[in-house]
C-alpha cells in the first residue's frame, strides 16, 4: 500500500466517523413522536367546524351589513375587526368580496392573497374553507381588464403588483408553490 491508498483509507475513515456524529447528533436533537398518531381526518373536521362556527358568530353583524349593501359600515367594522383579531384571515376575504362588489378590482385581489397567505387551507378544496371558486371568479374577470390596463399605462406599479396578485392566486389555487 502506497501513501496515496493510505490518505484515502484515513480521509474515508474520516468522513464516516463525521457522518456517524452528526447523524447521532440529529437522533439527539430531534424530539420523537412516542403517542399514538390520533385520527387526523376527524380532529381537522372537528377544528374546521369549531372554527367556521365560531367566525359565523364572530361576523354576524359585520356579514349581515354587507349582505344589505352597507360597504362602509362592514369596512369599519372589519378594520376594528383586524386590529382585535390580526390573526383572522375571515376579515380579509370579507374584504375582498366587499371590494369586489364595488368593482375595485386590484385591492381585492390583495385582500385575498393576504387571506391565503395567512390560511393556506382557503385554496385547499378538500377543506370546508375553500374560497377558490370566487377567487378564480375575480381572476377571470381582472385578468383581461388589468391587462389591457398594464398596456396603457405599462409603468404603473399598482398594476404590476395585481397582476403578480393574480398569477400567485392562480398558482396556489392550482396547487403550486408560492
Do not use: W
Amino acid at each position: 500500500m502506497d501513501r496515496l491508498d493510505k490518505l484515502n483509507s484515513v480521509l474515508l475513515a474520516v468522513l464516516v466517523l463525521i457522518t456517524a456524529g452528526m447523524l447521532i447528533q440529529h437522533k439527539l436533537t430531534v424530539p420523537q413522536n412516542t403517542g399514538p398518531a390520533p385520527d387526523n381526518r376527524e380532529t381537522l373536521i372537528k377544528q374546521y367546524e369549531k372554527r367556521m362556527a365560531s367566525d359565523a358568530n364572530l361576523y354576524k353583524a359585520i356579514i349581515a351589513a354587507k349582505d344589505e349593501n352597507r360597504f362602509k359600515d362592514a369596512m369599519v367594522q372589519l378594520d376594528e375587526m383586524i386590529t382585535s383579531h390580526p390573526e383572522n384571515p375571515k376579515s380579509y376575504v370579507l374584504k375582498a368580496e366587499i371590494f369586489t362588489e364595488k368593482g375595485n378590482l386590484v385591492n381585492a385581489l390583495s385582500m385575498y392573497r393576504h387571506a391565503i397567505e395567512m390560511e393556506p387551507d382557503l385554496v385547499d378544496n378538500k377543506t370546508p374553507l375553500f374560497i377558490g371558486d370566487s377567487v378564480m371568479d375575480l381572476i377571470t374577470v381582472a385578468r383581461g381588464k388589468l391587462n389591457r390596463e398594464k398596456k396603457l399605462k405599462p409603468n404603473d406599479a399598482t398594476l404590476t403588483i395585481a397582476l403578480d396578485n393574480i398569477y400567485y392566486l392562480q398558482r396556489r389555487i392550482a396547487g403550486g408553490c408560492e
